[in-house]
């Protein structure tokens, strides 16, 4: 397993640009099958998948910089507010499929494909680790 962390910093670039392509082709494919309203509810939901992200890396750092000593002031104050986003993304999901259900003719299924952005970019770097591992090793590198 690599500990190199440049390593680590180039997957999570690739699981950004997993989020884009994945969210450009699923807006483009919701609109194709149901219609505008669905590709607003796909990137609505794309926006928190990807909020969600943002805020999971940034907890988990924390927890890294604690656990490793590293921990900084500005860390520390940035504890709290930490929290209540880490929190927090579950009523932001609530909250935006609640107003897409009742306030608009947005389609549903829509926005709950956008929420599982995340899980797919995960996946598809997943497969490109594994793609890469097995070419690397039948390369003989």
Do not use: C
Request: net charge positive; proline share 1%.
């Amino acid at each position: 397993m690599p500990t190199d962390p440049d390593f680590y910093a180039s997957a999570e670039r690739r699981i950004w640009r997993f989020q884009i392509v994945i969210a450009v082709l699923g807006a483009a494919g919701s609109w194709w099958l149901a219609g505008l309203g669905a590709a607003a509810a796909f990137l609505a939901g794309a926006a928190i998948s990807s909020l969600n992200f943002l805020w999971l890396k940034q907890a988990a750092d924390v927890l890294v910089e604690k656990a490793t000593g590293a921990e900084t002031q500005i860390a520390r104050r940035k504890q709290r507010l930490l929290l209540w986003k880490f929190l927090g993304r579950y009523a932001l999901i609530g909250a935006g499929g609640y107003a897409i259900l009742k306030h608009t003719t947005w389609n549903i299924k829509a926005l709950l494909a956008g929420l599982f952005l995340f899980v797919a970019a995960i996946l598809a770097e997943i497969v490109f680790e594994i793609a890469t591992g097995l070419t690397s090793k039948q390369d003989g590198t």
